[in-house]
């Protein structure tokens, strides 16, 4: 992998991730940018404990544009982008309407490829392998930033999410805070090992092994699985079988292995409800140890995919028991979700 940093014209950061070590990269930002202004704000509710970023200034973030003026794309035949090179294999930069910034935070946006027709999913496995090590190498590089807690790598797709920019792309945060949801997983780590000795992933990945019936997928470094209690109607867990806290962790066999496991999980997504149906909207989530927690060792890496379609023509709304009380219904029973996983494996 090469790597190389530099600047867009309003002064945030761009790297691009390079397979070939021979590649060039420097092509300069033309745009006339002013200063990117945030108003970003952490904000504590007083009830609950957790945080919400207040950031009046994504009002006026691009939305929908047509594919011929993608912000994402590269800049070439006349029009510029966000991207100042003709071309490109893997590209990170700073949001230029990020959710946290200064001492809230950071976000940064993660192109995967330069073909804004592609998917994750049409990825070869050496892009993949390389989208891994940028995701890795972003985490690193995150960690040392004054006042950053914990780094969430994750991809929205389909506008039934809400994506408002269609090309394939990613987004990295740098929390200033432990998430609530990672909080509640230290929790019941600390109480797991408490009353038993034991690591909670240790005996939650034993017993998805064991009983076999939710197991998706498995090879010799990642299993993954529909969890016993999902939320979602097709929920999947991608768990490396040695336990490590983050992604900068993973050794070389891991890393190796993810892309045909991570692919041929994507591609079951998209075939989960027939070729008729257009391509499945779906969250992909990195769950990560913040860096300075307590019981931070014994965290486990893991990622989260999952979809909000639960049949043909309908989708999986967060009405009023999980909106408003943190309590999920989900219409579809794990093993049957795992069943039709494995019923939509590669041929």
């Avoid at 004054?146 to 792309?169: D, K, M, S, Y």
Wanted: aromatic share 10%.
């Amino acid at each position: 992998m090469k790597k190389t940093p530099t600047r867009l014209a309003d002064g945030r950061e761009l790297v691009y991730y390079d397979s070939r070590d021979d590649v060039v990269r420097d092509a300069v930002d033309r745009r006339p940018l002013a200063p990117v202004a945030t108003t970003s704000e952490i904000r504590r509710d007083p009830l609950l404990g957790d945080a919400v970023a207040v950031a009046s200034h994504r009002q006026g973030r691009t939305y929908h544009p047509p594919a011929d003026e993608c912000p994402l794309c590269p800049s070439r035949d006349g029009r510029l982008s966000e991207v100042p090179d003709g071309d490109y294999d893997v590209v990170v930069f700073e949001n230029r309407f990020p959710s946290l910034a200064g001492d809230s935070g950071r976000c940064e946006v993660v192109c995967f490829t330069s073909d804004h027709d592609a998917s994750f999913a049409g990825l070869t496995e050496e892009r993949a392998a390389l989208v891994l090590e940028a995701w890795a190498d972003r985490t690193a590089e995150l960690a040392e930033l004054p006042g950053a807690e914990q780094v969430f790598c994750f991809e929205n797709r389909g506008a039934e999410i809400g994506v408002t920019l269609g090309h394939p792309h990613g987004q990295i945060y740098a929390y200033p805070f432990t998430t609530p949801r990672t909080a509640l997983m230290l929790r019941s780590l600390e109480e797991h090992r408490a009353s038993t000795g034991r690591n909670l992933f240790d005996d939650l990945l034993a017993r998805e092994l064991g009983q076999a019936e939710r197991v998706v997928l498995e090879t010799a470094e990642w299993v993954a699985f529909v969890p016993y209690a999902a939320h979602w109607p097709y929920e999947v867990h991608l768990y490396p079988k040695r336990r490590v806290p983050d992604l900068r962790a993973l050794d070389e066999d891991a890393r190796a292995g993810f892309p045909q496991v991570y692919l041929e999980l994507l591609r079951r997504f998209d075939r989960i409800f027939g070729e008729a149906e257009p391509p499945t909207p779906y969250i992909s989530a990195w769950h990560q140890a913040p860096f300075r927690a307590p019981g931070r060792h014994d965290f486990a890496l893991h990622l989260e995919l999952f979809t909000i379609r639960r049949t043909s023509g309908k989708l999986k709304f967060l009405a009023g028991s999980e909106s408003g009380m943190s309590v999920f219904i989900n219409d579809v029973p794990p093993e049957a979700a795992a069943r039709r996983l494995r019923e939509v494996a590669t041929q």
